[in-house]
């Protein structure tokens, strides 16, 4: 990936590419910033599944510790709240993943009742196979067989003789929509093992005909023009090649991969960062929607 382009080159050459990576851009985005907020916003509070056996839509967020799962949760809820919110309790630190259980998050909708989309919150995977989520549990909450609260063992994975283990899944238990969450600050350097995965478990979605995206989380972190104003996402020459080359790692179509900016620091939520969350929200109903329809 960019490590390739620094490998012959001297110190001062790799400051000055650094320099002109992380703050060119395009005279035009290469894909229009979102703004009808409001269209957004009217569109996932009147959402309701058109499979009339489903009551609400189920995604599942997976990808490697740190990456801003939880965070992405929470910004979501900030933004249909219209405030900042903190149910899904995130970790300042990096280190390994904070989350230990699968949670599912219902979203309040003013004056009452819930959003008809729900959010599952699971343990990040790790390079090291004893430690993070194990792939093959993550595999079983795709179908629905893991239990609500079930804490993860990164050396033993689920088996039908535990507890968590929940034989005989409804449709509203299964996951509809699968958003691989990985962070634009050290994607560059995500280890092959990680890698390797999410690879595995997007197969195992493709296998059962589950729609798959990606949101590329803390773009301010990896690119200063970011940094200093969330609209030039789409015009970052060196966003877009983090998009491009996480594509073809992953396989995930470019125009199924969001750039957004969770709220970390903020104390008030900003037009332009819910721009982004909500358009990768609208996606990811769209998508679990079609998939609901046809079953």
């Known amino acids: 990936m960019l490590v390739k382009l620094f490998r012959n080159a001297s110190l001062p050459q790799c400051l000055s590419m650094c320099v002109l990576l992380f703050s060119a851009l395009f005279s035009q985005p290469w894909r229009a910033m979102p703004k009808d907020n409001q269209e957004n916003l009217d569109f996932a509070k009147s959402y309701q599944p058109r499979n009339k056996e489903a009551q609400h839509l189920r995604?599942?967020?997976?990808?490697p510790a740190g990456a801003g799962k939880s965070s992405f949760i929470n910004s979501v809820d900030s933004v249909l709240q219209r405030k900042i919110t903190g149910r899904a309790l995130t970790d300042a630190t990096f280190g390994s993943s904070f989350t230990r259980r699968y949670t599912t998050y219902k979203l309040c909708?003013?004056?009452?009742?819930?959003?008809?989309?729900v959010f599952n919150d699971i343990m990040g995977l790790e390079r090291l196979s004893n430690n993070g989520v194990h792939v093959e549990d993550v595999k079983l909450a795709l179908r629905g067989h893991v239990k609500e609260h079930y804490e993860f063992r990164p050396e033993h994975p689920l088996t039908e003789s535990d507890l968590g283990y929940n034989p005989s899944p409804t449709l509203d238990e299964k996951v509809q929509v699968l958003v691989s969450v990985v962070p634009a600050d050290t994607l560059p350097v995500l280890s092959d093992e990680i890698k390797n995965k999410m690879k595995d478990i997007r197969r195992t979605a493709s296998d059962m005909g589950i729609p798959q995206l990606a949101v590329i989380t803390k773009v301010d972190k990896a690119c200063r023009k970011a940094r200093q104003d969330v609209k030039n996402v789409y015009r970052s020459k060196y966003l877009k090649r983090l998009v491009d080359e996480f594509s073809a790692e992953l396989g995930i179509p470019v125009?199924?991969?969001?750039?957004?900016?969770?709220?970390?620091s903020e104390i008030?939520?900003?037009?332009?960062t819910d721009a982004l969350i909500l358009c990768a929200l609208r996606q990811m109903i769209s998508f679990g929607d079609d998939f609901l329809r046809n079953l």
């Open 59 to 63: 995604i599942l967020l997976n990808g």
């Open 109 to 117: 909708k003013d004056p009452v009742g819930f959003y008809s989309f």
């Open 255 to 264: 125009n199924c991969i969001f750039l957004v900016k969770n709220y970390e």
């Open 268 to 272: 008030k939520t900003n037009d332009d």
